[in-house]
């Protein structure tokens, strides 16, 4: 977990011209080089690794100004936190998914051996 601070700036005209500045400090998961891996891919099986190349701070008015962080990985692609996981967790869920496999290979094989 790290701590990136985010400083956001605008002008606030009441009467007059009025700057204002905001920094608000923002804890992320995952840093930029950290090399990654795809959680829907690792679900069904498959292992993909990427590396964080950028950081993107997003804020959405329809969610009252909350934070949200893009991941841009080094072929541009975009993602967020449910996208990605670490290392140890891309590999029990492919092994999960593996033994999940063979569970239906052996029911396919004597069906009436449910259990």
Do not use: H
């Not at 804020?59 to 290392?87: H, P, Q």
């Amino acid at each position: 977990m790290s701590t990136v601070i985010y400083q956001g700036e605008g002008v606030i005209r009441i009467g007059s011209c009025t700057k204002y500045y905001e920094k608000q400090k923002l804890s992320i998961k995952y840093t930029t080089g950290d090399t990654l891996f795809l959680k829907y891919k690792a679900i069904k099986g498959k292992i993909e690794k990427i590396t964080i190349k950028e950081i993107r701070v997003v804020s959405n008015r329809s969610i009252y100004g909350a934070f949200a962080f893009v991941y841009v990985d080094t072929m541009n692609s975009l993602y967020t936190d449910k996208d990605l996981c670490t290392e140890i967790e891309a590999l029990n869920l492919a092994e999960t998914y593996y033994n999940y496999q063979i569970y239906l290979a052996e029911l396919a094989k004597n069906p009436c051996n449910i259990g």
